[in-house]
Nanobody, 123 residues
Framework: QVQLVESGGGLVQAGGSLRLSCAAS????????MGWFRQCPGKEREFVAY????????DYQDSVKGRLTISRDNAKKTGYLQMNSLKPEDTAVYYC????????????????WGQGTQVTVPS
């Protein structure tokens, strides 16, 4: 059983930056690949970024490539999402999750989820 807690969200002006963190406890963090998803009110949760267990592979949603960077520090049991050049359309609740198996962009491939952190970029 792995518990995940996100932090670092907030209100930021367009063009600004935020770094989200995902702290893990209760299990072997390094055993799991990790993903970040986001969800807007009334919309489905969508894939944002993925990183393999050792950081050797990353993957991104097309709309965030070049602006968002996923990383992890297994010694600290923490994952990160560096968000630069933020846009109003990035406004959402961001969730981190631990993947067991399956396509990296599907929510069903992830077994453990955090509670989410709100990111707001006013237009």
């Amino acid at each position: 059983q792995v518990q995940l807690v996100e932090s670092g969200g907030g209100l930021v002006q367009a063009g600004g930056s935020l770094r989200l963190s995902c702290a893990a406890s209760g299990g072997t963090f390094s055993s799991y690949a990790m993903g970040w998803f986001r969800q807007c009110p009334g919309k489905e949760r969508e894939f944002v970024a993925y990183i393999s267990w050792n950081g050797g592979r990353t993957d991104y949603q097309d709309s965030v490539k070049g602006r968002l960077t996923i990383s992890r520090d297994n010694a600290k049991k923490t994952g990160y999402l560096q968000m630069n050049s933020l846009k109003p359309e990035d406004t959402a609740v961001y969730y981190c999750a631990a993947r067991v198996r399956g396509p990296v962009s599907l929510t069903g491939s992830y077994v453990y989820w955090g509670q989410g952190t709100q990111v707001t970029v006013p237009s």
